[in-house]
């Protein structure tokens, strides 16, 4: 199974700070990588997938990128509604595998 | 508009087989690239991926399931179905099918449904 290590498990940031999260895979998996944003109560809703490509209606001030097995999601300018809870998911093989999770929390 | 919604029994005992339903609009499931999947998430916890199924019916499982689980669907209905046999407490979770677009991620997600087992 492709393992995905996610990091970190918390993060306490500023209104108007960059945060960046990111998941290490295992193995390559190219770019099948998803990221997801989950609000307390909500089910989880789709930020990026494809690495880097931003899903409709998503603001710009996210955006995804990859270095080798290193995926980052990185939020512009954090909002107040970007506090939650973040996952990346690998579908580039089954079984799919999650991140264990990201809680973003405004200092 | 795409809209997925799940439903189950609620809450049933340890050993018994919990049957779940995604009853879904604006896709098919008849159409190439399409599926939908399962995922289920304890209170407090992670995501964790159950089960795919595919246009063509194609299945994949989560293999730390072992045999418990059964994937199906009714295009004619626009329904997806999953099957967990033998279920104990840790089965307990709010379970989700999202709808994956053209083979890949999850794009619409259901509002879930939660499940309580208990004696």
């Known amino acids: 199974d492709i393992q995905m290590t996610q990091s970190p498990a918390s993060l306490s940031a500023s209104l108007e700070e960059i945060v960046t999260i990111t998941c290490q895979a295992s193995?390559?998996?190219?770019?099948?990588l998803s990221w997801y944003q989950q609000k307390p109560g909500k089910s989880p809703q789709l930020l990026i997938h494809s690495a880097t490509s931003l899903a409709d209606g998503v603001p710009s001030r996210f955006s995804g990128s990859r270095s080798g097995t290193q995926y980052s999601l990185k939020i512009n300018r954090l909002q107040v509604e970007d506090t939650g809870i973040y996952y990346c998911?690998?579908?580039?093989?089954?079984?799919?595998?999650f991140g264990g999770g990201t809680k973003l929390e405004l200092k | 508009q795409v809209t997925l919604k799940e439903s189950g029994p609620g809450i049933l005992q340890p050993s018994q087989t919990l049957s779940l339903t995604c009853s879904f609009s604006g896709f098919s499931l008849s159409t190439s690239g399409m599926g939908v999947g399962w995922i289920r998430q304890p209170s407090g916890k992670g995501l964790e991926w159950l089960a795919n199924i595919w246009w063509d019916d194609d299945k994949y499982y989560n293999p730390s399931l072992k045999n418990r689980l059964t994937i199906s669907k009714d295009t004619s209905n626009n329904q997806a179905f999953l099957k967990i046999t033998n279920v104990d407490t840790a089965d307990t979770a709010t379970y989700y099918c999202?709808?994956?677009?053209?083979?890949?991620?999850?794009?619409?997600w259901g509002q879930g449904v939660m499940v309580t087992v208990s004696s």
């Open positions: 998911l690998q579908h580039y093989s089954a079984p799919w595998t």
């Open positions: 193995q390559d998996i190219g770019n099948y």
């Open positions: 999202p709808r994956i677009l053209t083979g890949s991620y999850f794009d619409y």
